[in-house]
């Protein structure tokens, strides 16, 4: 990996991320919602055509739900105004109701069975298991990377296959059309591992590029605090090291069960996980041809922050000096 100097303390204060805690039975479980009904709000219930921007709508992503918490919020702002001020759980049977109009049952299913087939990948992942096999044994493992303590490369699970088709059946077809400039197109090989962090694991991650052209990061749980990446523009070698531009500050929370895509060289690090045990996915995704290619490269204004905002300020002074050449005729 590559370090960049500049790191988390830059311009932006740091960000709090605040985890909700849905309620919970005498068994641990969080209730599900009553079935969702439209006989309180009348048969004809309907939405509103045009989304009252005025309304702040409620955040649902601690409710369990049939869909993505982000549709509720959404769909909110085109509740009849007779239920903006009603509870979350009534508004968001109501949408409910609405959205089963439009999506068949065997739909439902189907994502139901995906949202369970996720969450047993994420509970008996056996990283777990390996680490404690490796302790007692004293076997000696490569561990991810150099910035790494904690962790497993994959290939010594028996995945590389498995990680080849990941590649290329489903991170190909993805970075051919959103990171084709920096060889998304022609990814060729890859280098898969697990990372821990949290109590006597590896706390945070320093700012730096990877050692890849396209990351795929996937978090698998468990429960914690903190944890997010900070993002700060994507650089070249040469200019690895620049500062960062107030456009290119973007942080990301990690939940489990999702994922982020970004560019290896997209320079960025990971917060400290302020408390419980968070345990994610990384593949390195690699193109020897785009690495060929950039050997033979001065400038990369294509996808560098830095080579594009110097390309820009010499057109800039160019047009200046044809002007004054101009004036002066």
Known sequence: MSHPQNGSS????????????PPT?????????????????????TLLTSPQRDHNPDNYDDMRLEFNHLIFSSLEQYLPPHL???????????????????????????IQKHKEYRQKIISNFTVDHFERWVNQTKFRIMRPNTMNQYGAVLDDFGMETMLDR???????????????????????????????????????????????????NICLGKEFSGGELF??????????????QSEEIFDYSHVPGRAVLHRGR??????????????????????SAFREMRRYQRNFSSWCGECRRKKKERERLSIAATKQELLRL
Not at 10 to 21: E, G, N
Not at 84 to 110: C, F, G, Q, V
Not at 237 to 244: I, K, L
């Open 166 to 216: 990941l590649m290329n059946d489903f991170i190909l077809p993805i970075s051919r059309v959103f990171f084709a400039e920096v060889g998304g197109s022609t990814l060729d090989s890859h280098h898969g591992f697990v990372v821990e962090y949290g109590t006597n694991r590896d706390v945070e991650l320093g700012f730096h590029v990877d050692d890849s052209e396209i990351t795929l």
């Open 25 to 45: 039975v005498s068994n641990g479980h969080v209730p599900a919602l009553p079935p969702p009904t439209l006989s309180s709000y009348g048969l004809n219930s």
């Open 84 to 110: 903006l001020n009603r509870s979350r759980d009534e508004k968001a049977n109501y949408m409910t109701s609405i959205l089963h109009r439009y999506l068949p049952e065997s739909e439902r299913i189907r």
């Open 231 to 244: 993002f700060r523009g994507v650089r070249c070698d040469e200019h690895v090291n620049t500062e960062t």
């Open 10 to 21: 830059d311009r932006t204060p740091f960000l709090h991320h605040h985890h909700h805690h």
């Open 266 to 287: 997209h320079r960025h690090g990971a917060r400290p996980t302020t408390s419980g045990h968070r345990l994610n996915l990384i593949l390195w995704c690699r193109s």
